[in-house]
């Protein structure tokens, strides 16, 4: 069974950072791409980053320069390192792995199996 697990978020002032961290389990994570979406309120769920099983990463731009992913095979977790954060960044942030492998996480990142999330606001 799939489990994917966030932490890490929270309030956090524009130009902050914070770092968020998935915890996997019930699949082979260090065969599996791994992603990050987002849902702001209000809007549907957007694609923000993915890592791939042999080590490429790839970014959506409106994050690109500002958000790192990476990951940490033998604790089979995923992280988002966020900084320069905008009240536009503002989301609850999901961590994402295919059901079937494809070659690009950044689409069909809908039907992806997917965490409960965790709430970031970016606020003064």
């Known amino acids: 069974q799939v489990q994917l697990v966030e932490s890490g978020g929270g309030l956090v002032q524009p130009g902050g950072s914070l770092k968020l961290s998935c915890a996997a389990s019930?699949?082979?994570?260090?065969?599996?791409?791994m992603s990050w979406a987002r849902q702001a309120p209000g809007k549907g769920l957007e694609w923000v980053s993915g890592s791939y099983s042999d080590g490429t990463t790839s970014y959506a731009a409106s994050v690109k320069g500002r958000f790192t992913i990476s990951r940490d095979n033998d604790k089979s977790t995923v992280y988002l390192e966020m900084n320069s954060l905008r009240p536009e960044d503002t989301a609850v942030y999901h961590c994402t792995t295919p059901r079937l492998p494809r070659p690009h996480l950044s689409i069909g990142y809908e039907s992806d199996f997917r965490g409960q999330g965790t709430q970031v606001t970016v606020s003064s």
């Open positions: 019930g699949f082979a994570f260090s065969n599996s791409g």
